[in-house]
């Protein structure tokens, strides 16, 4: 069955509207049009295509290499394969930080070539003229709060943000301006869950956690993580729902030892030629 057969696509008043009755967001991260295509037919939410493309995919140490051409790539991919959720690209470093026209250019080529409904950017006070360009251009954004793991040269490493008074109070300031700014939904990662269920009851709009316990609107997770296909690290806020590395493993060695052994390709996976017409006989 396809839950999301028949269903309306996936807006950000849909967004508002779950939040209004209390129904939790569910989202995921997608790379891939094989991806989209499961997590729609799952009936997801929303599809993040995150920078983390960059470790899980492209193989960097970090997402700070990730560029805009690889993000619109998987972006487009992505787009392709959802039909009802929403697509939301996670605009790379470097696409919005230096200048509010380099901003809304990038979110605006998101839109028009990659096919997404909204953006996502990392920040604060600091970007919150750029979030407000963004919106008056007619594009939704999600600010990421909390833990922005592009930002992870000036923190020092990944680190759970709010645990004393001062953060605490400076992430309630952030989640204002996002707010003021114009932004649809809060990313909150990596914050205490005391401090995440206080977010979600002073802002208007849907917060999505990640390590950020129970109290937010929505969840998001990493699709490599959550499948078990991301063995480097696992942070504690990560549930594995599957274990996909071992069993491709598994898989992938079978193959290698059927084509050493000639196994494989067997009869039943081979071409064979028609049988030649009956000749005909004598009596003909
Ligand atoms: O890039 C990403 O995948 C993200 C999620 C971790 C929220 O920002």
Redesign the pocket.
């Given at each position: 069955m396809n839950p999301s057969k028949g269903t309306k696509p996936v807006t950000v008043s849909t967004f508002r509207q779950k939040k209004r009755r209390g129904e939790r967001i569910c989202m995921l991260?997608g790379y891939d049009h094989f991806a989209a295509q499961v997590l729609d037919e799952c009936g997801i939410d929303a599809i993040?295509v995150?920078?983390?493309l960059g470790m899980t995919v492209l193989g960097y140490e970090t997402?700070l290499p990730v560029t805009m051409e690889e993000m619109l790539l998987h972006t487009k991919a992505v787009a392709r394969g959802a039909k009802n959720a929403l697509v939301v690209a996670?605009m790379p470093l470097g696409s919005y930080q230096v200048t509010v026209e380099d901003g809304v250019r990038n979110a605006l080529r998101f839109v028009k070539e990659g096919g997404a409904g909204a953006i996502?950017l990392e920040g604060g006070l600091e970007v919150a003229e750029t979030v407000r360009a963004i919106v008056r251009a007619g594009i939704p954004v999600m600010a990421?709060i909390g833990f922005r793991?592009q930002e992870i040269l000036a923190q020092g490493g990944f680190r759970v943000i709010g645990k004393n008074e001062p953060a605490a109070q400076q992430l309630l300031v952030e989640a204002d301006a996002m707010v003021e700014a114009g932004a649809f939904a809060l990313?909150l990662?990596c914050i205490p869950s005391d401090l995440a269920k206080a977010v979600t009851a002073r802002v208007s709009v849907p917060t999505i956690g990640?390590g950020a316990g129970i109290d937010c609107d929505g969840q998001?997770l990493?699709w490599h993580d959550m499948l078990g296909m991301f063995p480097r690290f696992k942070p504690t806020f990560v549930k594995r729902y599957a274990e996909l590395h071992g069993l491709i493993r598994e898989a992938v060695s079978r193959y290698i030892d059927e084509v050493r052994s000639g196994q494989f390709p067997d009869e039943a996976h081979s071409y064979h030629r028609a049988p030649a017409d009956p000749k005909p006989s004598v009596e003909d």
């Open positions: 991260t993040l995150g920078d983390t997402t996670d996502k990421h793991p990313v990662e990640i998001v990493v």
